[in-house]
């Protein structure tokens, strides 16, 4: 079946420092891929997605790219913020990751 | 546009007891869907409707869990009866439609606890 794996947590970095969250799936056929965000005391919102081979997906400064070749769909971010500290769920569809938590220090 | 609503937030039940959860998806929304997020893991599908009809339900433990979705709006989560394991949080999501591409809205769950 279905599956996601991401890189476990917790990820703890310097404000304005490059953010690389990997995510790798297996699936049959051509499914969209999707990253969502918890932040602290709030519930799972979209953060982008994408929906086809090499389609990239932007928001808030984040970036991912949707790699058949590799069955990859990593999250970047070039210079983060603390207000960045959330945990990240890379998924495909209805299956989801573990989760990756992202500290932010000032 | 209201988001998805959840009740109640909290529960605190002891095992072999019952519980009930309510969700109440964004109007409009043809799929929603039912999860269980227990405590450092991510969100795992139990049951996913389009409409009033199940479309997935294969990893919903049906001899303690059910769930409804009647006239294809609100839905209801049921454990019973539950055990210590069942502890966690119950998420309802909704989205326009099950077509992959689509995206879901997820409410602020349900915190389950089991003593």
């Known amino acids: 079946g279905d599956s996601v794996t991401q890189m476990e947590g917790p990820v703890t970095l310097s404000e304005e420092a490059f953010l690389t969250i990997n995510c790798t799936y297996t699936a049959t056929g051509y499914p969209s891929l999707f990253w969502y965000v918890q932040y602290p005391g709030e519930g799972l919102q979209l953060l982008l997605k994408a929906t086809k081979a090499d389609d990239k997906g932007s928001n808030k400064g984040f970036e991912a790219t949707y790699r058949k070749e590799t069955t990859s769909f990593h999250l970047e971010k070039g210079s983060v913020q603390v207000s960045d500290s959330a945990v990240y769920f890379c998924a495909l569809s209805e299956v989801f990751g573990s989760g990756t938590k992202l500290n932010v220090k000032p | ?115």
């Open chain 2, 1 to 115: 546009e209201a988001g998805v609503a959840q009740s109640p937030r909290y529960k605190i039940i002891e095992k072999r007891q019952s519980v009930a959860f309510w969700c109440n998806p964004i109007s409009g929304h043809a799929t929603l869907y039912w999860y269980q997020q227990i405590l450092g893991q991510g969100p795992k599908l139990l049951i996913q409707f389009q409409n009033n009809g199940v479309v997935d339900d294969s990893q919903l433990p049906k001899d303690r869990f059910s769930a409804e979705r009647l006239k294809g709006v609100d839905s209801t989560l049921k454990i019973q009866p539950a055990k210590l394991e069942d502890s966690a949080v119950y998420l309802c999501a909704s989205s326009f439609s099950r077509d992959r591409g689509y995206e879901q809205y997820f409410g602020p769950g349900t915190r389950l606890t089991v003593t």
